[in-house]
Each structure stands twice: as C-alpha cells, then as structure tokens.
C-alpha cells in the first residue's frame, strides 16, 4: 500500500496533482481539444502547401533535373509528363499533405505530449524528452539524405539501364516519379531511425549491447535484403541504402555500449 501510494505521489508530482482530479469527461474535453487544434493546425499547412504548389513542384522534381544533366539529355527531351488529366493535380495534393505533415508534426506532437505526459512517470517522461528530438531529427536527416543524395543517383541509374543502349526512348510520367521520390526518401527516413532503436531496446534491458555485436553478421544479410528490396532494380542504388544501414547499425552498437554502461554501474548493489 505505501509503494502505491508513493509512486501515485511521484506520478503526478511538480503540479500535476490537478490532472488526478480531472474526470474522464474532462479528459475526453481535453483530448478532443487538443485534436482540434493539431487538426485546424494541419488544415492551414496544407493550404499553405497548396497556395506554392508551384514551388513545391519546382522543388520535387530538383533529383529529375539533376539526373537529366548527368545523363546529359537536353531539357526539351527530359520533361516530366503528366500521364492523365487529373493524376498531377491528385499527385500535387498527396504532396502538399505530406509536406504539411512534416512541417506539422512537431506541433501535433507537442498537443499529443501534453495530453498524455500527466500520466507518465518521471523515468517515461525522461526518455520521450529525450529520444522524441533525436528521432525526428535522425528521421529529417534520413529524408535529406535519400532525397538529395540516393533519388538521384537511383534516378540516373534507372534512366541509363531503361534505355537499352538508345533502343527505347525514355518518357517520364509526373505521377510515377513522385510516387517513387516520396516513397525512397520516407524510407530513408526510417533506416535512419536504426541507431535510435537500438539504444531504447538496450536501454530499456530488451537487448544486452553485447549481442548487437554477435548479430552483426545477420544484420548486414537483413540490411543487403531490405536495401534490395526497396531500391529500384539497380544495384548501385542497392548499395547506396545498404552502406548508411551499415554505418548507422555500427554507432547503434557504439551509442549502446556508451549508454547501458554507466547505468549497469550506477546500479545498487541489491541486498
């Protein structure tokens, strides 16, 4: 009854008391509220996104143009073709939402904190402090990585093996590119999420960081398949996605040793 009793203290300690007497319609007014906000929040990202449709194309279609130059193909030959009449407007909107997701997922994230920190324990709270930047920061760098460096280069690739030495003239449609630019960069954005993932299992006492190192030999096979599979067929994109797996599941080892150390030491001696 005392252990109870103390971690109900510890819970809602440093003026969270007030939320213990909140009743569960309240919660459920405040859960609503907070959803309407992260909603009406979204809603103007996206207009915004839509009101520079134009620049948002401009700047999507930065890893085409680039390919086009180092395959040297002129810019009368190397536009992007709308397929349909409706496929660009519907493929301009799906990326006008997802960029307004992106932009709004802090503050969506800050409303969904706020509602449910209250219910954490100080430890919970530490480690979302904690790892919830970390990851979308690593989630940004993935993203920034596959679109500026990896669509580029697989984009190159694909064109050069789709022309068969000149036998097939290449046309590209607007839709299929989009398609596969958002799909490689939100996938790069999650490998990079590899490191983060490995320290919490450590940390949380999931996974001893002594056996990443046993795994390491299975963990290049998983990483050669996944950067197969998720790459177009072209083994220099292959390789492209599977060297940052590599080097991201190497510092998840190193950032895991670091980690679980000191808190393995730190640890009383139990009686």
């Avoid at 992106?102 to 430890?123: D, E, N, R, T």
């Avoid at 290449?170 to 320290?199: A, E």
């Avoid at 960081?209 to 790459?231: D, E, G, M």
Wanted: aromatic share 12%.
């Amino acid at each position: 009854m005392m252990n109870q009793v103390q971690d109900r203290v510890e819970k809602f300690a440093g003026g969270e008391a007030a939320e213990a007497r909140m009743t569960f319609g309240e919660h459920i007014e405040e859960l609503r509220g907070r959803l309407v906000k992260s909603i009406a929040f979204l809603l103007v990202a996206i207009i915004v996104s839509m009101v520079f449709y134009e620049e948002l194309v401009t700047f999507i279609t930065g890893p085409h143009v680039q390919a086009m130059k180092l395959l040297k193909v002129p810019q009368a030959e190397s536009r992007l073709m709308p397929g349909s009449y409706g496929g660009p407007i519907l493929a301009v909107m799906k990326l006008a939402f997802i960029v307004a997701l992106f932009i709004s997922s802090p503050f969506i994230g800050y409303q969904m904190w706020a509602f449910v920190s209250a219910g954490l324990y100080a430890k919970e709270k530490k480690y979302v402090v904690l790892f919830a930047p970390i990851s979308f920061a690593l989630f940004s760098i993935g993203c920034c990585f596959g679109f500026f460096i990896l669509v580029p280069y697989c984009l190159y690739g694909l064109a050069k093996s789709m022309s068969m030495g000149g036998i097939l003239s290449n046309q590209y449609i607007f839709t299929d590119y989009l398609s596969l630019v958002m799909t490689l960069t939100i996938i790069l954005g999650g490998v990079f999420q590899i490191p983060l993932i490995m320290v919490f299992v450590s940390k949380v006492g999931l996974v001893k960081p002594s056996s990443w190192n046993k795994w390491r030999r299975h963990a290049i096979v998983v990483n050669l398949i996944f950067a197969a599979i998720v790459t177009p067929a072209d083994i220099f994109s292959m390789i492209m996605v599977a060297i940052p797996m590599l080097l991201l599941y190497e510092i998840g080892v190193v950032v895991s040793y670091i980690t679980a150390r000191p808190k393995k030491d730190a640890e009383p001696a139990k009686p």
